[in-house]
């Protein structure tokens, strides 16, 4: 990812509709969200989130599919992926100690005997 693309998904990100739809779509997984679904998620009308969702699409951060007479939103794992691969790629020059903690995290599990509630995690 160049630092162009990286400015994109960042201004994108920078709004908290935007940042919550993303995060709702990560959740969601590949198979995605309509986007009625996540206007009701987010509590904003059909027009905003329209707007929001060209936002993100246009930054690369989201994508949609047509499935029948909806349109499905889902997260760009792969440019998610490549903006957090774009911020750690000076990361912690003469502290490996602190890499191998950014490279050990799990992000995408739950943690160990943790229950999930829909989006929230339960202990």
Known sequence: MDERQALSSFA???QE???AIVRALVVAGPEG???GIIAERMGVSATNVSFHLKELERSGLISQRRMSRSILYSASYETLAELIKFLME???AGHPAIREN???SDGCSSPAG???D???IVA
């Open 118 to 120: 829909g989006d929230n």
């Open 102 to 104: 950014v490279e050990r």
């Open 12 to 14: 994108a990100l920078s």
């Open 33 to 35: 969200l309509a986007a």
């Open 17 to 19: 509709t935007r940042l």
């Open 90 to 92: 000076d990361c912690c």
């Open 114 to 116: 943790a229950l999930t």
